[in-house]
């Protein structure tokens, strides 16, 4: 299997279904610690100093050597060697950044199968999260029948306080198990197979629960909304998502939305503009302007975030990476063929958006390629390398950070959009409501604009603010790709 490098963070959770591959480099989500960003990138030359003859790097072992075998010799009750071990490698990196940790045999073959993407599951997108209780809502399908009057004095009188842990399902893969069953965005997990999300140690092991062998069925309790909770069961199949979500907006306009950085996410990327090519053709109309949503993409593949880069950036630095003390590992350019030069493009960020998403978009801000559109992103910015340590076992290790073009530092940083918007509309305020404006009067000389297109009414529906609903930052992405295309120079046929 090819060495992997991935570039990493969670959104802000871990995908049930969602994987980038252990290829050049992986960004996952933050909040899932199991951030599968790796890169292996060396300097060219080692440093060179004098060792003293008397050092050994293995000296400081010979302690916990000794205690492993009094341990495995007197301990009361037989130990597993295996999971000594493995504590041990888990506190070895504690102490170091979040990124780096060791990941056991069982949490690698996970890791890899993010990274294939393609795998036994129920095609969901969870983050963990606490949330607060409703007064009066059903906490728990199994409440204690033995509970005494006291204890549901004291549950009555702190339950506005309590809260409880929930997977937070912020995307269903179309044609999956998942939406088969009639999961939706916004729904929350409660519980999986009878055990409450609080009963898992973290997200991945909860995860572990809801993958498996396609055809076998998982059991979930699920809260809709305000709803009571109920249970239903999914049966798990082979996920196979694509890295790219196709939407004509109509008005010249489309959407791609990215969900992560796979093995065919660029080939996938140019595939969508074609098919907005053709959707705008079929519709009389041409492609004006593309909004790449990267939102909630928690990264993927190195090679794959500098290839969708490289699309739309004819020439210059892509994404630097540099080592201790800022030293220069490597730098990535753009290539030049099959460039797509004047095509307007809107990127859509927000503070899920992270690690190969960041660099993606740090690459198109620097060359004044694209506007940045949406929150400040999450910033994980840092490279690591997975190291086989053999039986199956692996050591994420960070070695190096990532810098934009103008060498600005993605690491705790983040990307800053160019127009910054949240995620909730904001409601338009007439600044003189008593003010009626000169075509409210009767009597009104209707406008004669001899053949020019008229100016729309009041009332004009824009069909791509239709198809975008209640989406703030998807609006606002498309106001500015239209006055984009007001103030762009004369069109002529687009470099592809």
Known sequence: MRESLLVGAMCLGLGVCLGAGMSTVHASEPEANTEAEAVTIRPSVEPIGETPAEHSRYRKLDRFTRALALIERYYVRPCDGEALIDGALHGLVADLDP????????????????????????????TLRREAITPGADEDTEGDPGADAEDEKNKEETEDTQRRLVLHIDDVIPGGPA???GLVMGDRILAIEGETIAEFSNLQDAVKVMRGPAGTPVRFTVVHEDEAPKTLTVNRAI???????????????????????????????????????????????????????????????????????????????????????????????????????????????????ASASEIVAGAL???????????????????????????????????????????????????????????????????????RPERAHPQHLKPEDFGREPVPSDDHVSPARVEAGSDAQLLAAIDHLQGWVKVAPAKRPRKR
Do not use: C
């Open 99 to 126: 990124h780096t940790i060791y990941l056991a045999p069982e949490d690698a073959k996970l890791l890899l199968e993010d990274t294939e993407g393609r795998f036994g599951g129920v095609g969901l997108i969870v």
């Open 179 to 181: 939406e088969a069953a």
């Open 239 to 353: 996920v196979d998502p694509p890295a790219v979500q196709v939407r004509w907006l109509g008005e010249g306009m489309g959407v791609l939305r990215l969900r992560d950085f796979q093995d065919h996410s660029a080939r996938e990327v140019r595939a969508g503009l074609d098919t907005l090519e053709a959707e705008a053709k079929a519709a009389g109309e041409r492609l004006d302007g593309v909004i790449l949503d990267l939102r909630d993409n928690g990264g993927g593949l190195l090679d794959q975030a500098i290839a969708i880069a490289d699309i739309f950036i004819p020439k210059g630095v892509i994404v630097r990476t540099r080592g201790r003390q800022g030293a220069l590992l490597d730098e990535a350019r753009a290539q030049g063929p099959r460039t797509v030069r004047d095509l307007p493009l809107v990127v859509l960020i927000n503070k899920g958006s």
């Open 365 to 435: 801000q620097d060359h004044r390629r694209a506007l940045i559109i949406g929150e400040r992103s999450y910033g994980k910015g840092s490279v690591q390398s997975p190291f086989r340590l053999g039986g199956g076992a692996l050591l994420k290790l960070t070695t190096a950070l990532y810098y934009t073009p103008d060498d600005r530092l993605i690491q705790a940083s983040g990307i800053e959009p160019d127009v910054k918007v949240g995620p909730v509309r904001a409601t338009l305020v007439d600044s003189r409501p008593t003010l």
